[in-house]
């Protein structure tokens, strides 16, 4: 069980836009930076969004981050194909000795 | 370009101390602020993070598994190794090492994984 929170699952049509959220407490998420990261069938991980809101290059700007308080969320315009996938958030904890944490992953399905 | 790729043994038995490699190219882990780390994921779960070791020596680890592993590093031969001991059944999963940097954050390129299973 994560200490981090995300729904396990997703869906959405092709166009629409999504957003899968990340819920967290005070020693994480509210007061450490939020990743997110896409996984495609049988793929490594890729880092889709860094410190909240920013994306690494060659991501498309349909994907987007978000922060507020306790919580975080991947949003994701222009919904594709292509993006059927897991998501997973991450960040640092703060409690014991501190360690990075993943969400147990939410995966998209695009009907 | 950034590439990492982790290399050991896909077949150990329980109680065995699992060794992996990890083999990079494209940065240094002389280089300030970067590190390298180890996340696993066993089949059909999320993922979870299990080490990760930066340019200056600094080691951190998961507490939940700290007692389990050490992660070291070989700046000259540009490889990063991960050693768990007491291997069980349930650490049957894929390991992946990922480059990160306090800049960006963790894990911004990964390696392909290396599935590992825990059988007698």
């Known amino acids: 069980q994560s200490v981090v929170t995300q729904p396990p699952s997703a869906s959405g049509t092709p166009g629409q836009r999504v957003t899968i959220s990340c819920s967290g407490s005070?020693?994480?998420?509210?007061?450490?930076?939020v990743f997110w990261y896409q996984q495609l069938p049988g793929t490594a991980p890729k880092l889709l969004i860094y410190?909240?809101?920013q994306r690494p290059s060659g991501v498309p700007d349909r994907f987007s981050g978000s922060k507020s308080g306790t919580s975080a969320s991947l949003a994701i315009s222009g919904l594709r194909s292509e993006d059927e996938a897991d998501y997973y958030c991450a960040t640092w904890d703060n409690s014991l000795s501190g360690s990075w944490v993943f969400g147990g992953g939410t995966k998209l399905t695009v009907l | 370009q950034i590439t990492l790729k982790e290399s050991g043994p896909t077949l150990v038995k329980p109680t065995q101390t699992l060794t992996l490699t990890c083999s990079f190219s494209g940065f240094s882990l002389s280089t300030r602020d970067v590190g390298v780390g180890w996340v696993r994921q066993p089949p059909g779960k999320a993922l979870e993070w299990l080490a990760l070791?930066?340019?200056?020596?600094?080691?951190r680890y998961s507490p939940s598994l700290k007692t389990r592993l050490t992660i070291t590093k070989d700046t000259s031969k540009n490889q990063v190794f991960l050693t768990m001991n007491n291997m069980d059944p349930v650490d049957t999963a894929t390991y992946y090492c990922a480059h990160s940097t306090t800049t960006v954050g963790p894990f911004d390129q990964w390696g392909q994984g290396t599935l590992v299973t825990v059988s007698s």
């Open positions: 005070s020693s994480n998420i509210g007061s450490n930076f």
């Open positions: 410190r909240n809101d």
């Open positions: 070791i930066y340019w200056d020596d600094d080691e």
